[in-house]
């Protein structure tokens, strides 16, 4: 089995399971990224940052980062 066959027999990630850089937190809630990093993800209640190794840019789990915008509707 070759790379392509075998990639073809792995199931989708689902949405609330895949990582998302700060770009893409921001196209979620239509804000610039420098605002979503410098007013957002740093707010103390704000999802954790997963990062795989030292230096690695941040990501974070999209079902958190989805639950923490909707626990702020107004």
């Known amino acids: 089995m070759n790379v392509l066959e075998a990639l073809r027999d792995v199931s989708p990630i689902p949405r ?3 990582l998302w850089s700060i770009a893409t937190i921001a196209a979620y809630v239509e804000l610039e990224p420098s605002y979503v990093a410098q007013e957002i993800v740093c707010q103390p209640d704000f999802p954790k940052a997963i990062r795989w190794k030292d230096g690695a840019k ?5 079902g958190e980062v ?8 107004e």
Not at 58 to 62: E, G, L
Not at 66 to 73: A, G
């Open 16 to 18: 609330e399971k895949r």
């Open 58 to 62: 941040p990501r974070w789990i999209a």
């Open 66 to 73: 989805i639950s923490w915008f909707e626990s702020r509707k």
